[in-house]
Nanobody, 114 residues
Framework: QVQLVESGGGLVQPGGSLRLSCAASGTIFSFNTMGWYRQAPGKQRELVAEITSDLRTNYADSVKGRFTISRMYGKTVYVQMNSLKPEDTAVYYC?????????WGQGTQVTVSS
């Protein structure tokens, strides 16, 4: 079994920054893609950013140029979020793909408000 634990969420003013972290533990062989989704109240969960094992990245258009995803040692993934906007407010979920199975974290709240 694989467990993912997110950290780094919180309340930040518009224009501010946050860095989310996600650490994986358990039975880990090799993660293909790791990434972040988010879900705002009343909206569907949407992809924020993802990164493959060979460090190719993909971003939602709404966060390009503001968010940067990275990973370390194959089992920790980060997202640096700059120039945050109120519309970035959501619960952010980390995920990891191992042998075609997706594992999810419990989510961390990000609130952007003055």
């Amino acid at each position: 079994q694989v467990q993912l634990v997110e950290s780094g969420g919180g309340l930040v003013q518009p224009g501010g920054s946050l860095r989310l972290s996600c650490a994986a533990s358990g039975t880990i062989f090799s993660f293909n893609t790791m990434g972040w989704y988010r879900q705002a109240p009343g909206k569907q969960r949407e992809l924020v950013a993802e990164i493959t094992s060979d460090l190719r990245t993909n971003y939602a258009d709404s966060v390009k140029g503001r968010f940067t995803i990275s990973r370390m040692y194959g089992k920790t993934v980060y997202v640096q979020m700059n120039s945050l906007k109120p519309e970035d407010t959501a619960v952010y979920y980390c995920y990891a793909d191992q042998f075609g199975r997706n594992y999810w974290g419990q989510g961390t709240q990000v609130t952007v408000s003055s």
